[in-house]
C-alpha cells in the first residue's frame, strides 16, 4: 500500500511538467522575419499556460478519482471478503486514473490554445 501512495506525488511532478514540452510544426514558409517569429513564439507559449487547465483542475480530477475509485474498490473489496483493503486499494488506483485525465485534459488545452494563438498570428501550424 505504501508503495501505491508513492504514485500520487510522481504524478503531480509529471502533471507540472506536461505543458512545457508542446512546440508546434510550423511551416518555414510561412515564417517571414525569425525576429517577429520567436517573439510570437513566446507570447503564445505564454498565453496557453495562463489558458490551459491547470495544477488545480489536476488535483481536484485526482480527488474525484480517488472518491469514486473509494467507493467502488470498498464495494468490490466487500464481495471480495476485505473491504478496507479495496477501499484502500481503490482509493489509490481512483485517484491516480483522475489525475491522469486531469493531466491529459491539460496538456490537450494548452497545445490547443498555442496553436490557435499561432494560426492567429499568421503561421501555418503543421500538428
Same mark, same amino acid.
Given at each position: ?12 511532478? !509529471?502533471? /507540472? ?7 508546434? =510544426? !510550423? ?14 513564439? *513566446? $507570447?503564445?507559449?505564454?498565453? *496557453? ?13 485526482? @480527488? @474525484? ?12 473489496? %466487500? !464481495? *471480495?471478503?476485505? %473491504? @478496507?483493503?479495496?477501499? *484502500? &486499494? #481503490?482509493? =489509490? !488506483?481512483?485517484? @491516480?486514473?483522475? #489525475? ?5 485534459? /491539460? $496538456?490537450?488545452?494548452? $497545445? ?6 499561432? =494560426?492567429?498570428?499568421? &503561421?501555418?501550424?503543421?500538428?
Amino acid at each position: 500500500m505504501k508503495k501505491l501512495l508513492i504514485l500520487i506525488p510522481m504524478f503531480f511532478v !509529471i502533471a /507540472s511538467l506536461g505543458c512545457q514540452t508542446y512546440t508546434p =510544426v !510550423i511551416d518555414p514558409g510561412s515564417v517571414g522575419n525569425g525576429d517577429r517569429y520567436y517573439r510570437d513564439q *513566446a $507570447e503564445c507559449r505564454a498565453i *496557453a499556460k495562463q489558458g490551459a487547465p491547470g495544477w488545480k483542475d489536476t488535483a481536484k480530477d485526482t @480527488v @474525484v478519482g480517488g472518491a469514486v475509485g473509494t467507493g467502488t474498490g470498498a464495494l468490490i473489496g %466487500a !464481495i *471480495a471478503g476485505d %473491504a @478496507v483493503k479495496g477501499l *484502500a &486499494y #481503490g482509493a =489509490v !488506483i481512483g485517484g @491516480v486514473a483522475g #489525475g491522469a485525465k486531469g493531466v491529459y485534459d /491539460s $496538456e490537450k488545452g494548452y $497545445e490547443q490554445i498555442y496553436r490557435n494563438c499561432m =494560426v492567429g498570428r499568421g &503561421y501555418n501550424v503543421l500538428n
